[in-house]
Each structure stands twice: as C-alpha cells, then as structure tokens.
C-alpha cells in the first residue's frame, strides 16, 4: 500500500509530501523474518564512497601499510545500486552512521529475499502472538 501524505496545516508533519509505503499510523505493523546474511542494494553516496576509502586505509595501516589488494569500489549497476549481504553493508557503514551524519547511502534500500514463499510464510514472534511491538495487542 502506497500512501501521498500531505500537510494540512504549518505545522508539517514529519512524512508530509513524501510518499510512505505501509503507513503505520493507519495500518497494524507486520514482520517478517530477515536473515542478515541475505542481501541488500543501497546507492552509495559520494560520501559513502570516502568512508569505504577510510577503512580500507585503516586496515592497511594496522598491517603496516601492506595489504596484498588495493582499494576498489563495489560495482555498481547501471542504475546505481549496489549489492552487499546485510552483514557486510553493516560492517562497512555501521561505525560511519549516527544521528545527524552524512548519510554513506540513500536512506531506502532495497532487500533480496532468497526464498520468498519462506520467509513471508514465517511470521516473527511479534506477529505469530497477533501483538504489535509496543505490546498493546
């Protein structure tokens, strides 16, 4: 479910004029099992790009400046993503991403499931007791 949000007075709500998919405030939320070892396609920013930079130079300084690779983005297809498995993309941003930074990709990512029918037929404990997250049925 798509829903246009709009602002109808000053002061905006904060999805105001942005399109949100599964719109919380009208919708119970639902989960769905993720493995971190699935993979995932962000667009990497400009910034992005300095942070993979900065810890391949961390670790070629911890082993003397000697590494028997040299630094290489990720390949990116022609629209821009770029694939990694969850636990590799939070290995590289993790330590880059906090409230207020520079963003190291574009906030919507999108997630590859290996087995679909599977995973959206097991539902999270959350769901399987019928109970939304903040416990209130």
């Known amino acids: 479910m798509t829903t ?12 105001a004029g942005r399109t949100v998919r599964n719109d919380l405030r009208t919708r119970s939320p639902s989960f769905v099992r993720f493995n971190v070892n699935h993979y995932v396609r962000v667009k990497i ?22 590494l028997g690779f040299k630094f290489r983005l990720p390949k990116a297809d022609a629209d821009g993503w770029t694939q990694f498995q969850m636990h590799d993309l939070m290995a590289n941003f993790g ?14 990512i999108e997630i590859l499931f290996e087995n679909v029918a599977s995973d959206l037929s097991r539902p999270s404990a959350a769901t399987e007791n019928h109970q939304r997250p903040d416990g209130r049925g």
Do not use: V, W
């Open 95 to 108: 330590q880059h991403m906090y409230c207020g930074c520079k963003i190291p990709f574009e906030t919507e």
């Open 45 to 66: 920013t400009q910034h992005g790009k300095k942070c993979l930079r900065k810890n391949y130079d961390d670790l070629a300084k911890s082993y003397g400046g000697k």
């Open 4 to 15: 246009k949000l709009t602002a109808q007075t000053s002061n905006r709500p904060p999805f």
